[in-house]
């Protein structure tokens, strides 16, 4: 009896393991930079290409000089997938909502807060899914410090959002977000 319980407990635990579903994405670093994310449940990887690196994280100086705005952005070169998010005014480590309706940074000067997935339809043209009233998200910023020295900069965040297509009207959703610069 002891010995079938020996077997039923690695057996057990074995089954338990494989249907537990992994939601965590694979992290891409590239330098100082590190992104995570799943569209619609698959992992999102940036691999950047000739004419774009992978992942991109800077602060852009507002209208007014005392503002900073937080740009991200990571580069897939199939399809030319890319995800942006946009913080106009980021103050600091804080919860941000994606919740207005705009095509967003660089489409616009200092959009209000956005999420943004763009995707080649293999056609020649782009599909833009934007953040919006209805298809929202957040940004959650855990750690901020601006020096003057850009390198030295530090941000890091989790992210999620569903953003609707400007095209034909469908929604994207990208979740499990994490990017960090140090």
């Known amino acids: 009896?002891?010995?079938?319980?020996?077997?039923?407990?690695?057996?057990f635990v074995l089954f338990i393991q494989s249907s537990c579903k992994k939601d965590t994405p694979k992290i891409?670093?590239?330098?100082?930079?590190k992104f995570a994310a799943k569209v619609n449940g698959q992992d999102f990887i940036p691999d950047g290409g000739i004419l774009a690196t992978p992942i991109d994280i800077f602060f852009v100086q507002g209208s007014n000089p005392l503002n900073t705005?937080?740009?991200?952005?990571?580069?897939?070169?199939?399809?030319?997938?890319r995800i942006s998010l946009y913080i106009k005014n980021i103050i600091g480590p804080s919860h941000y909502s994606l919740n207005t309706y705009t095509p967003g940074y660089p489409y616009q000067s200092e959009p209000p807060h956005c999420g943004m997935y763009n995707?080649?339809?293999?056609?020649?043209?782009?599909?833009?899914w934007v953040t919006n009233s209805i298809d929202t998200g957040y940004?959650?910023?855990?750690?901020?410090?601006?020096?003057?020295?850009?390198?030295?900069?530090?941000?890091k965040g989790t992210f999620y959002f569903k953003a609707k297509?400007?095209?034909?009207?469908?929604?994207?959703e990208i979740s499990n977000?994490?990017?960090?610069?140090n």
């Open 177 to 181: 977000g994490y990017f960090s610069k």
């Open 139 to 155: 940004v959650d910023i855990s750690e901020y410090k601006l020096t003057n020295d850009v390198q030295n900069n530090v941000v």
């Open 1 to 11: 009896k002891s010995f079938k319980l020996i077997l039923f407990i690695p057996l």
């Open 69 to 81: 705005n937080l740009y991200v952005v990571a580069y897939k070169v199939e399809n030319h997938e």
């Open 165 to 172: 297509s400007l095209i034909d009207g469908t929604v994207v």
């Open 119 to 128: 995707k080649d339809n293999n056609k020649g043209s782009s599909n833009l």
């Open 28 to 33: 891409t670093t590239y330098g100082a930079y």
